[in-house]
């Protein structure tokens, strides 16, 4: 097993404003129901037991996949656990004796009910589910996780973890990582201080200085009187970029905006 010396566990004084903004906006009804899930399908055979041990190494390595909240009246309060063993769910389930088409259905309503199951008051905040479909066939590795515990930034550094931190355990019975992570109490505070920080209030002040009188406004389909702002009122739009739209968003204009992808 792996535990790190530098652990951060314990209540958390503050939260960072986007996660208590979204709770206090979600009430005490939903606010367990914003994830990340994919279905991946593997490329080798894995072992489920060293897929568990692998989970839960993160698990005790990263502060915000042990991360559990609570409602004191009508206040918000979290904690960090000393262990994963009650924030993450890892199983395994055998499709095997279903054909290809029954085991597609049977997949798509059982991750319904693994992604109803991620709670930020009584766990879990991460599950791993990986299907077997027979030997003829790849496994299917289900994951999802509260966004509060990860963004789309973070994702990429777990999977990369997550595929060394295996290879480890597989070829040597033992899991080693070098560099610790911060602590989600440390990135908490030091995210406040760069909110509050002189380069914050410049960037700030940058925007304010646009012309943003110029910026036609978006037509409403409700009056003032009716409209409200909160995350129970929204409503998805989607639409696709091209491969050209993205790649001038996230490279070219970052630099005429001076901000960081």
């Not at 005490?28 to 989970?55: D, G, Y």
């Not at 595929?163 to 602590?183: D, F, H, K, M």
């Not at 409503?235 to 996230?250: D, N």
Request: charge should be negative; include cysteine.
């Amino acid at each position: 097993g792996y535990v790190p010396n530098d652990r951060s566990f314990g209540s958390l004084p503050e939260l960072p404003p986007f996660i208590l903004r979204f709770l206090y906006e979600r009430g005490c009804q939903t606010p367990h129901h914003w994830n990340i899930s994919r279905i991946l399908v593997a490329k080798r055979r894995f072992s489920f037991e060293l897929l568990e041990k692998t989970f839960r190494y993160l698990g005790d390595r990263h502060d915000a996949l042990r991360i559990r909240f609570n409602l004191d009246g009508d206040r918000w309060q979290a904690r960090v656990l000393e262990t994963s063993q009650d924030t993450l769910a890892c199983k395994t389930v055998d499709l095997s004796n279903l054909s290809p088409e029954k085991q597609v259905e049977a997949i798509a309503k059982a991750t319904k009910v693994y992604q109803r199951e991620i709670n930020l008051i009584n766990g879990p905040i991460a599950y791993m589910v990986l299907f077997e479909l027979g030997k003829e066939q790849p496994q299917e590795l289900f994951f999802v996780v509260h966004h509060f515990a990860m963004d789309v930034i973070s994702w990429k550094i777990f999977w990369l973890e997550f595929e060394l931190a295996y290879q480890r355990l597989e070829a040597t019975g033992e899991i080693t990582l070098s560099t610790l992570p911060v602590s989600f109490k440390t990135w908490t505070q030091v995210l406040r201080q760069y909110a509050n920080s002189p380069k914050v209030e410049t960037d700030i002040q940058k925007w304010i200085r646009q012309p943003w009188s110029e910026v036609p406004t978006l037509p409403k389909d409700l009056s003032d009187e009716r409209s409200v702002n909160t995350n129970s009122s929204a409503e998805v739009v989607r639409f696709t970029l091209s491969e050209w739209q993205t790649e001038t968003l996230m490279r070219s204009g970052t630099y005429e905006l001076d901000v960081e992808h």
